[in-house]
């Protein structure tokens, strides 16, 4: 059990932020242990060969492998450095981590047990030089393996970072933080996390505590304090039909509104913006704005903004004529 002290005014500081390093490094334990993460291994299969040829699962070469050993192992902290704002894109993580002061390297580096592989002494004899190979590593990562899958995740992180702000409005920070994961408590001023190997100090009056919704953390829930800024991943909702095929809707709800207009709204199960809808149903983008306008009208869909996108989700109207339909 690991306590993370959460002061009046740090509870106050709370915020999300999405992490493209997070999901880097949660993909890489998924990889090294898929049998423990089921949900994830159409991902796995589809690029497991292709990180292979490039020599990223080769555990004497590839340094990022080196750094992120199988749970429920220790993965050092400077790998996730606090996400600056709520959505930063990869280049900017990496030049944070790229930043890492070499005195942190070193002592982050010290906390892994047993012998020192040659990659990693060689980046704790020149922190600079590795973290530049270590970032041109989790380029080529990200190219290969997640890159393709960004759109599809990016929406499923969005519409838990809408619904979990909406949890926050409406149950204030107490209903918010309990509502996280079955392991994951705030009782009186300290946030409770049922974890080996998950540590965190007190949040500081002048720090925050940052939620990572993650979508390849699930089943588990991880936390560091890396940069003095606590962060606590844990896993998204929805994560479970991520590599579904795409919902088929039903035949007799595409007789009444048409066959676009009702894949649209079985496509809908969570928020979603004009251009994943595009891509999810084959649809040209102004074809689903204007499929997304008429059912609007009819009561069907609600939108709202999620910093520069519009999301769109069905009603409950829109709920019970899926329900009465299949």
Known sequence: MVAIGLSAGAVARVRFALSCLWEVVASVRVLRDPGDHAIHLPWANRVRPRLAEAGLLDPRRSLLWQLVPPAP??????LNPPPIGLAPDLGTELAALRATPPDTVRAHLDLCPGPRPSALAAL???????LHRLAEEIEAYWRLALAGAWPRIRALLDSEV????RRL????????????HERVRWEGDALLIN????????????????????????????????GGVPQLAYP???????????????DALGAVLGRGRARLLAELDTPRSTT?????????????????TALRAAGL?????QGRSLLSSRTAVAEALLTAST
């Open 124 to 130: 704790y004899a020149d922190p600079e030089g590795g």
């Open 73 to 78: 192992g220790y993965v050092v902290d400077f």
């Open 236 to 250: 998204a909702r929805g994560v479970g039909a991520l590599w579904e095929c795409p919902p088929t809707a039903p």
């Open 276 to 292: 994943e809808l595009a891509r999810r149903t084959g649809l040209s983008p102004a074809g689903v704005s204007q499929h997304l």
């Open 301 to 305: 869909v609600v939108t709202h903004r």
């Open 195 to 226: 974890q080996r190997h998950c540590t965190a100090p007190d949040v500081p009056e002048g720090s925050g505590l940052v939620l990572v919704p993650s979508v390849f953390v699930w089943p588990s829930v991880l936390s560091i304090a890396s």
């Open 162 to 165: 809408f619904q979990r702000a």
């Open 169 to 180: 409005a409406e149950d204030g920070a107490a209903g918010l933080l309990n509502d996280l």
